[in-house]
């Protein structure tokens, strides 16, 4: 057998469903759900891979099935690893727990496994599937499958603008746009990503903590990154702290900022030369992937989206609409046309409409992603 049926796809679902409230926490592992079902449709384990991003979830799965496992299927969203990494290849655990046949909702991109696992379950007598294009499992590691294959990582940009179309107030810091609802909906967004930017003048005027408020949500940290000309750099000194990365156009002592009372001192500096005297967000971002950052969520302002819309850096956007007028005098959330219809001229397409309490949020995609 090498196509999931119907039972075998909803089991597939259910194990990319328990993953996703994970996303952001297994630093540089794939957030990858297994769940272990005996031959008459019982569920005999199920499990993510873990905070910090060890145990691995077939293993912990297949710990909780036990003796129970021997001619059961194990449903995974990523072709388990097959590497030594700091533990044991999970292909080895999953041939030695005695099942029978493993349904696989992605095959694994990074070199070290790519297919060989699945090569290897089979050589070992095990029925394998794979799925083609499962939608769950692909939307559960496209951060992970954009670090190995792209070699950046997967960026989602979210921006809230007011009726007429602006952003705030050039002179002003943290105009409020949106309502309580989205404003949670964002501090989601930030637990479920690996690292959030903005650029120099958003973190000049609002000095963002960009920290995930909400109750029992606390300990869930992402890398902090601010995305400036060296210029603004004595602006932003004060930003620094511990899981914060500047990425500026160049690295000269004297635009390193230098620790002070009441700032922690781990911080990174990233050099991200250009040939307009301005950060490449390009460098910038693979340089994010060489630290393991696999999403970045980017909450700037119209400089930072148009920036990154204009060389291609964007897979996914997050535009929020609220009722509220800012007026004339407010900053408008393009240079370009409307935003709705930059995004078009761009290849997004509109994938998803919701309200959010007063406001209204509509996702829009690139077409390739879909």
Same mark, same amino acid.
Do not use: H
């Given at each position: 057998m090498n196509s999931p049926g119907g039972d075998d796809l909803?089991?597939?679902?259910a194990a990319a469903r328990i993953a996703m409230p994970y996303r952001g926490t297994t630093a540089e592992n794939p957030t990858?759900?297994?769940?272990?079902?005996?031959?008459?449709?019982?569920m005999l384990g199920r499990a993510v891979t873990a905070s910090g991003g060890r145990p691995h979830a077939e293993p912990q799965a297949l710990a909780l099935a036990g003796e129970r496992a021997k001619g059961a299927t194990l449903y995974v969203t990523l072709e388990p690893c097959n590497h030594w990494g700091k533990t044991p290849p999970c292909v080895d655990a999953v041939i030695a727990s005695g099942i029978s046949r493993a349904v696989i909702g992605a095959s694994d991109p990074d070199p070290r496994t790519a297919g060989q696992s699945i090569a290897k379950l089979r050589g070992a007598g095990l029925d394998v599937a794979v799925a083609e294009n499962h939608a769950p499992s692909l939307e559960l590691h496209e951060g992970f499958f954009s670090r190995i294959v792209r070699r950046r990582p997967f960026v989602t940009a979210k921006l809230a603008i007011s009726a007429d179309g602006k952003v705030g107030l050039?002179?002003?810091a943290n105009v409020a746009i949106t309502g309580e609802i989205a404003r949670r909906w964002t501090h989601m967004q930030r637990a479920l990503s690996d690292a959030v930017m903005v650029g120099g003048n958003t973190a000049i005027l609002d000095r963002p903590r960009l920290s995930v408020r909400l109750p029992g949500l606390e300990n869930r940290k992402p890398l902090r990154v601010f995305l400036f000309s060296w210029k603004q750099m004595n602006h932003v000194a004060n930003l620094a702290g511990q899981d914060t990365v500047f990425i500026t156009e160049k690295r000269t002592l004297e635009s390193v900022p230098q620790p002070h009372?009441?700032? /922690?001192?781990e911080f990174d500096v990233v050099e991200s030369p250009s040939d307009n005297g301005r950060p490449n967000p390009l460098r910038g971002l693979e340089e994010l992937a060489r630290r393991d950052i696999s999403t970045v969520l980017v909450e700037g302002g119209a400089t930072l989206n148009d920036a990154l819309l204009d060389a291609g850096l964007v897979d996914r956007f997050h535009l929020l609409e609220s009722?509220? /007028?800012?007026?004339p005098q407010g900053v408008p959330a393009t240079v370009h046309r409307s935003l709705p219809d930059r995004l078009a001229q761009l290849g997004f397409i509109p994938v998803d409409h919701r309200a959010l309490g007063c406001d209204r949020l509509t996702t829009f995609e690139k077409k390739q992603h879909r």
């Open positions: 909803r089991w597939l679902d990858v759900g297994a769940i272990v079902v005996s031959p008459d449709g019982v050039s002179d002003k009372e009441g700032v /922690e001192s009722d509220i /007028e800012i007026g």
